[in-house]
């Protein structure tokens, strides 16, 4: 049995896990990330991190063949090179590099959303399908496509920033600058501000006093109260999942993926969130009406959670090893 180290850098923990040669997690170890520290005060963390990782399995270091970062931000996965991170105040940091001179190990760099989109194809709600896309609705909207088990990640290591195309122009102003991404309606973020927009018009309903008594608005607040036939979280979350199905049928439409897997925490309404997304998409991705023998992009939910990235950043380093 050959083993990896896989390494998850978030934006509160970083985390290394030993995983085997069939995605299988054998030990983990966290350390906080730390934002805007020396690039080198990082790089000695991971490397305690690894280190307390191995230490935590049976493996010894000898049969560890090589590392996997899945890293937020710009990757050049070629040169190993975090170009840019915004949240951690990273510019050109050569992890890979500097990883790699530590360790004596080769290392692959990845974009964290393309990592966990190679771990779900490995290891979990992907597993075996030809093509899949993975899209994460977080704070953001992260999105990797895997074919064949291979990142795809364009001609520049940057492709499947889907978060960021357009579709409405004009419209809700998004972290990156540019108005209407698909980011700003489909996160839990762009959920969140249409909650609290809804909130502010309807002061009187469920839906306002659901907020009040949590004492904030979250991800789940609207279809909560729409469980609860609030009129105002109905129309919420039926706006919603029009924004997320519209922007799944641009990616059905130009990429045809075997799978869509949904994770992050909005895809843990489950069903609430996915039969009627599956049923706005049926009618509006191309070819729809036409022809019944076209096959359909599956809609499921992502089932590996934070280990997919884990698990995704050392199956990328097996393709190295």
């Not at 690894?50 to 996965?77: E, F, H, Q, R, Y």
């Not at 809804?198 to 469920?206: D, G, L, M, T, V």
């Not at 036939?229 to 919420?236: F, N």
């Not at 922007?247 to 009627?276: D, F, H, R, T, Y």
Request: glycine share 12%.
């Amino acid at each position: 049995m050959n083993y990896y180290i896989g390494l998850d850098i978030g934006g509160t923990n970083l985390k290394a896990g030993v995983v085997d040669e069939l995605g299988n997690i054998l030990s983990e170890s966290d350390i906080p990330t730390g934002a805007d520290r020396p690039q080198e005060v990082v790089l000695q963390d991971i490397i305690s991190a690894i280190t307390g990782a191995i230490a935590a399995s049976s493996v010894s270091k000898n049969n560890i063949l090589a590392v996997g970062v899945g890293s937020p931000g710009v990757v050049d996965s070629d040169t190993g090179t975090v170009i840019y991170n915004n949240n951690l105040g990273w510019h050109d940091f050569k992890i890979g590099e500097l990883l790699s001179k530590a360790l004596n190990l080769p290392v692959r760099v990845e974009n964290d959303a393309n990592a966990a989109a190679l771990g779900e194809v490995i290891a979990g709600s992907a597993k075996g399908v030809s093509s899949a896309m993975i899209i994460t609705l977080g704070t953001g909207v992260g999105s990797g496509f895997v074919i064949n088990e291979k990142i795809w990640t364009g001609f520049n290591s940057a492709a499947c920033e889907f978060g960021h195309m357009v579709i409405e122009k004009g419209g809700r102003l998004c972290k990156c600058g540019r108005r209407g991404c698909f980011e700003a309606y489909a996160s839990a973020s762009g959920l969140i501000a249409m909650t609290k927009e809804a909130i502010a018009k309807n002061p009187e309903s469920k839906l306002a006093k659901l907020a009040e008594q949590e004492g904030h608005v979250s991800g789940h607040t609207a279809f909560d109260a729409k469980d609860l036939g609030d009129e105002t979280a109905i129309k919420i979350v039926d706006e919603y999942i029009d924004y997320l199905a519209c922007g799944l049928v641009s990616l059905i439409n130009g990429l045809q993926p075997e799978v869509i897997s949904i994770g992050g925490g909005i895809a843990k309404q489950g069903e609430k969130l996915l039969a009627p997304l599956r049923e706005k998409i049926d009618k509006e991705v191309y070819g729809s009406g036409h022809d019944a023998h076209i096959k359909k992009t599956k809609i499921i939910s992502c089932t590996l959670g934070y280990k997919a990235g884990l698990i995704g950043a050392a199956m990328a380093a097996r393709q190295i090893a």
